[in-house]
Every structure is written in C-alpha cells, then in structure tokens.
C-alpha cells in the first residue's frame, strides 16, 4: 500500500509564499501529482512530478525528491482566490496506475 | 461546453432505497473513474473503467455497481443505501493511464449524497 502525509491545514498572508509539503512511502514511484480542491467545487489538476527537481508554472511550482519520497507545491504571491484544499496523489506502477491521493491540506489565506 | 458532467448534483434518499448517479464526459477519454470524499475531505477511489471494462474494483460493498454503457459514460448505481454511503461522489475521465505518462484526471462536479 502507499503512505502520505500532508499537513491538515496551514494559514498564509495575501502576498505571501506558502509550502505544502507532501511525504510518501512507496514501491514502484510512477509520478506524483497536485490538484487545487476549492470548497464544494471539483478538485482541479496543478502539476506532475516524475523526476526529481522543481517544475515551474506561473504562480506555482512543484518540487520532488524520490530518494526521500517527498514533495511540496509552492505558492507564490498569495491571492485570497487561492483559499482551497491542496491534493497530492501518488501513483505506482504496475497494477491500475492509478492514483492514490492524500487527506488534502487546507490552506487559508487571509488578508 | 462541460468536460465531465454529473447528475443529479445533491441527492437525499432514505436508507434502504436503491438509487443512481450518472456520469458522462465530452473529452474523449478512455478511461473513467468514481470517487468517494468523505467529510474529511479524503478521496478514495471506487472504481476505474478502461474501454468498458473494469480495470479496477477496490474493497467497496457489493451494494455499489458501476455500469458503462459505452466509453463516455460511467453510472454508478447504490443498493440498499445506508447512513454511511452519505459522501460526495466524484466521477473522473482521463487518457489511458495504464502506462507511463503524466494524464490528469478531469473531476466532475460531484453529487453529495445525503442518507437519512
């Protein structure tokens, strides 16, 4: 089975720069994947990461480590829009591929 | 034009009742998935659907069927519903993810489901 970890919940500043962190425990790492979950709406892809470094997009990047099987989204110039639950999923290979998701960390952005 | 779309979007039912959520995306997608959130926000998956087949069925009660008439759509269908089936269920689409790539899945809007 897989393990993730992501924080409950965490609070910023509009401005800001806020860090998810996201730690799993694997076999078979086959990518890793963000979405953006605002509440009572869909949960919307962010990013992918498969090989270890930082990938830049906008607002936001997403950085992995598969040697410590660990990752973390990075939000940039905090915009109270940003307000939302933050997802990461894990996928493995062999089997179904798909996607095993975290708890979610619920960020809170405030004026 | 909706990607992935579902109906109905809240549903209240009474326990023991049997009952259907629909699911159909315009995307092209070969493969379909339902989800369940629970009120901790987790979501788990339920079922996976490739082509028409079934490529996944986790540990969910018999009670739950997904039925997929053809490749756009992917119903779900509740037996004997119980108090704890209440959840927001998401259906999902994306390219073939058997293999080595970096396919999103694309969330419908989802359908919380109320048992009382």
């Known amino acids: 089975g897989q393990n993730i970890d992501q924080p409950t919940e965490m609070t910023a500043t509009e401005g800001a720069i806020v860090q998810i962190n996201c730690t799993y425990q694997?076999?078979?790492?086959?990518?890793l994947f963000w979405y953006q979950q605002h509440a009572g709406e869909a949960p919307t892809f962010l990013s992918y990461?498969?090989?270890?470094g930082l990938e830049e997009k906008g607002r936001f990047s997403s950085f992995l480590s598969r040697s410590k099987g660990y990752s973390y989204l990075l939000l940039k110039e905090l915009q109270m829009k940003d307000s939302a639950s933050y997802l990461c999923a894990v996928r493995v290979s062999g089997g179904s591929y798909i996607p095993t998701f975290g708890r979610g960390t619920s960020l809170i952005v405030h004026p | 034009d909706t990607a992935v779309s579902q109906t109905p979007k809240y549903l209240v039912t009474q326990m023991g009742n049997d009952k259907s959520i629909k699911c159909e995306q315009n995307?092209?997608?070969?493969?379909m998935y339902w989800y369940k959130q629970d009120s901790k926000k987790f979501l788990k998956i339920m079922f996976s659907?490739?082509?028409?087949?079934?490529?996944i069925n986790e540990t969910v009660p018999n009670r739950f069927s997904p039925k997929s008439p053809d490749k756009a759509h992917l119903n779900l269908h509740i037996n004997s519903l119980e108090l704890g089936d209440s959840a927001v269920y998401f259906c999902?689409?994306?390219?073939?993810?058997?293999?080595?790539?970096?396919?999103?899945?694309?969330f419908g809007p989802g359908t919380r489901l109320t048992v009382t």
């Open positions: 999902a689409s994306s390219q073939e993810i058997r293999f080595d790539n970096s396919y999103e899945q694309y």
């Open positions: 659907y490739n082509n028409k087949e079934l490529i």
């Open positions: 995307l092209g997608h070969d493969t």
């Open positions: 694997t076999s078979g790492f086959n990518g």
């Open positions: 990461n498969v090989l270890d």
